[in-house]
């Protein structure tokens, strides 16, 4: 209240100064015009009056000059008019002028002294007026003088009524400009700050709290903003140590964050961790006028962001956005998350060129489909490998010049972009401990016998200390795909690759999310179902979400007619169940990318055709790059999620929506092409080929009670909480550390 009053106060005080400076203006600007209009209109008046009586002064016709003067009295702020000779004697005056004091002025002697006329305001008993003096001129000589007396005090009462008027406009407007800034800062300061405190408050004492959101602009937004990060973090740290004591009670140990960045201090005795990969975690855009950061669609990013941040370091990766180069430094480096820098990214610049050959061209068009089997054929140009190498190398020199001052420093190499990196990296830098984490399936020796340089590949990734796949079955047929292709001695004890008088070993390292995390353990409200179909514009009752790239290995095809047989077999749910499908456009420039879109589009119109009514469809695409924020609403209240990959490394997407499950409710129907059905067993796990059986498990989750959904469920975030993303870079920089380098 006090706070309130001294702003109320300093503004009443400020509104008075500028009142009275502006009065005092606005008095002298109406004083001076109202003195210069009352000069002239007498003056006027003067010399109209001065033609008729200058004949007859001198002659002695005073009757005549009395006539004339006596016209003059009685009108409105004219007093009277005299006539004066040459000897200063009164000659004519108007009646009124009687009252008035009969010496006669000094300015009428000095106009007539100086014969030109003047004007002055004098007090004559107490009562303001203006005298004017006009000179009567006979045959050139004076002959005597025109006074004119005119009424003044109108002046006085006209600037007085500005003063007036001008106080009680100032009280109107204090006191309506004091109530309007009480209710300000009642609504903008004083509520948002007790609704703060107040929301604190239920932290503080570990209550369920909701999202403390501020309208956009509002003065505490960056203040609102800061806390809000400040109770993220301690939150994730109370459920962490919660999570902790729990396991330490049966024996058992969680991975969080700060286990990790313990781990690693530990492992690199300060050193930084250096990650490379095509995709980077940040990328700056341009929306309209706006410069607009996102995160990327990507299940590398959701994996390894989260060590990057527990452990710090430096992130190289392609500097893909349109925008991206207008935030970095001289060295193209930038500090990210932007509303938290843990960590650096560098940005690593391509042509179009270089990006068409390696990234579409041999990466995707090539490697990508030669590790899935999808059946789409794989393509591979010599221009394309070309391409490839050049930017390989790019890339080393890159890494080369981050690590020259670092001894004996930890490279970790993401993914089938760069498969020839740690070759290139081991040449120059034989003490550098690398890992190379193939984050997609590795195929039979048959199927990767396909590629033309399959020796050249094989042998860049064998640079590697550390050769990490999802599960055990990619490691063998990698080592099986060596032993084929290349003259190297294969030790299956431990698995490991004996080449050019250097060891790799290679050994699954299941990845997953960052369990527990940060928002999905966050006791906020949660978006209800109804809310969700009705921003989408529908009625139903049952929801089904799938969240993929639009890409040909995620099954999207064969999820869709599932869904169509599943309708057709079981009618019941028409009118009642709706799918979702949050798809992010992926490699737009790629052909069979293009032409799946157009597939998944029409088959989506011609379910929907089939099926639909007035205020309800089956099946909704959004097509669009999706938030982790937009995604977890429909994460959290999907009766059924759908991840029917055709085959998939490991897929993100199933161990996010069971993260976002803390009501323990839900259905995963999960492919069994994924190495996540190995972990995830209590999934409805499915033949995505086998549209039959697909749409009878979507029957089956959408009928399962709440207990079977609760055991499942919970059994599930069990081996995700064991099993998390600081525990998958744990063991792998752990594993990466024990071996032995020898230069």
């Not at 239920?202 to 800061?226: C, M, Q, S, V, Y």
């Not at 990790?260 to 990969?277: A, G, P």
């Not at 009642?576 to 088959?603: D, H, M």
Request: with cysteine; hydrophobic share 40%.
């Amino acid at each position: 209240m006090k706070v309130t009053l001294r702003i109320v106060l300093s503004i009443f005080i400020a509104i008075s100064l500028i009142v009275l400076l502006f009065t005092l203006f606005q008095v002298q600007q109406e004083k001076a015009r109202l003195k210069a209009e009352l000069e002239h209109r007498v003056s006027l008046l003067a010399e109209s009056l001065e033609e008729s009586v200058a004949p007859l002064v001198g002659q002695g016709n005073l009757d005549r000059l009395k006539s004339i003067v006596g016209k003059f009295s009685n009108r409105q702020r004219l007093e009277g008019v005299a006539i004066y000779d040459t000897k200063d004697n009164l000659i004519a005056a108007t009646p009124d002028l009687a009252p008035m004091p009969p010496t006669i002025p000094t300015i009428v002697t000095d106009a007539m002294n100086a014969n030109q006329a003047e004007g002055v305001f004098i007090t004559i008993k107490d009562k303001r007026r203006y005298l004017y003096v006009l000179p009567i001129n006979r045959d050139g000589n004076v002959a005597g003088a025109l006074v004119i007396f005119n009424d003044a005090t109108y002046i006085q009462e006209r600037l007085f009524q500005i003063w007036k008027n001008n106080f009680v406009r100032l009280l109107v407007q204090a006191f309506f400009i004091s109530l309007i800034t009480m209710l300000v800062i009642r609504w903008s300061i004083s509520g948002p700050i007790a609704r703060l405190v107040e929301w604190m408050k239920g932290f503080r004492e570990d209550k369920a709290i909701e999202p403390f959101h501020l309208p956009k602009g509002n003065i505490f937004e960056p203040l609102t903003k800061e806390i809000t990060h400040m109770v993220r973090s301690i939150m994730v740290a109370r459920s962490a140590a919660e999570e902790e004591a729990r396991l330490r009670h049966t024996a058992d140990s969680l991975w969080t964050a700060k286990r990790l960045t313990e781990h690693i201090r530990s492992l690199l005795k300060d050193k930084n961790l250096f990650v490379v990969s095509n995709r980077e975690p940040y990328m700056h855009v341009r929306s309209g006028d706006q410069m607009e950061c996102i995160i990327p669609a990507s299940g590398l990013v959701t994996a390894v962001e989260p060590v990057l941040e527990a452990c710090g370091g430096l992130w190289i990766a392609h500097g893909s956005g349109e925008a991206d180069k207008e935030v970095v430094d001289q060295q193209d480096k930038i500090r990210v998350p932007p509303e938290e820098p843990l960590y650096t990214l560098k940005r690593v610049w391509l042509t179009t060129e270089e990006e068409e050959g390696y990234y579409f061209g041999f990466s995707n068009e090539g490697l990508w489909p030669l590790c899935h089997i999808a059946h789409t054929r794989p393509i591979f140009r010599r221009v394309d490998w070309n391409h490839y190498q050049t930017v390989n190398e790019k890339f080393a020199r890159a890494v080369l010049e981050e690590i020259y001052a670092t001894d004996e420093p930890l490279v970790l190499v993401q993914d089938y972009h760069f498969a020839l990196l740690p070759r290139l990296i081991k040449e120059e830098r034989p003490d550098a401990r690398i890992a190379l984490f193939w984050h997609i399936p590795w195929p039979n020796p048959e199927s990767f016998g396909i590629c033309p340089w399959q020796r050249e590949i094989l042998d860049g990734m064998l640079g590697a200390d550390l050769i990490g796949f999802h599960i055990q079955l990619h490691c063998n047929n990698f080592l099986d795909t060596v032993d084929k292709a290349l003259e190297s001695r294969i030790d299956w004890e431990h698995f490991a690759v004996k080449r050019k008088d250097h060891t790799t070993y290679v050994k699954p390292f299941p990845i997953s999310i960052a369990y527990p995390g940060d928002s999905n353990n966050l006791n906020l409200t949660r978006i209800k179902k109804g809310d969700i179909f009705k921003q989408l514009g529908i009625k139903s009752r049952l929801l089904g979400v799938g969240v993929d790239r639009l890409d040909y290995t995620k099954g999207i095809l064969e999820r869709l007619r599932a869904i169509e047989r599943f309708l057709d077999k079981y009618p019941d749910y028409k009118g009642k169940f709706t799918f979702v499908e949050l798809g992010a456009p992926s490699r737009t420039l790629i052909k069979r990318y293009q032409e799946l879109v157009k597939e998944i589009e029409a088959e989506v119109e011609r379910i929907n055709a089939r099926f639909q009514t007035g205020d309800w469809k089956p099946i909704i695409l959004l097509k669009r790059h999706h938030s982790h924020k937009e995604i977890k609403p429909f994460y959290e209240s999907a009766d059924v999620c759908l991840v029917t990959s055709l085959h998939d490394g490991m897929n993100l997407v199933a161990k996010e929506y069971v993260a976002a499950r803390e009501d323990e409710q839900g259905v995963l129907i999960l492919s069994r092409f994924t190495g996540a059905s190995r972990e995830l067993r209590d999934a409805l796990i499915v033949n995505p080929y086998n549209i039959e059986q697909m749409a009878d498990a979507l029957r089956t989750a959408l009928e399962m009670d709440e207990e079977e959904q609760r055991a499942r469920m919970q059994k599930m975030r069990e081996s995700l909480r064991s099993n998390n993303i600081y525990r998958w870079a744990a063991n792998l920089i752990e594993e990466l550390t024990k071996i032995r380098i020898e230069y």
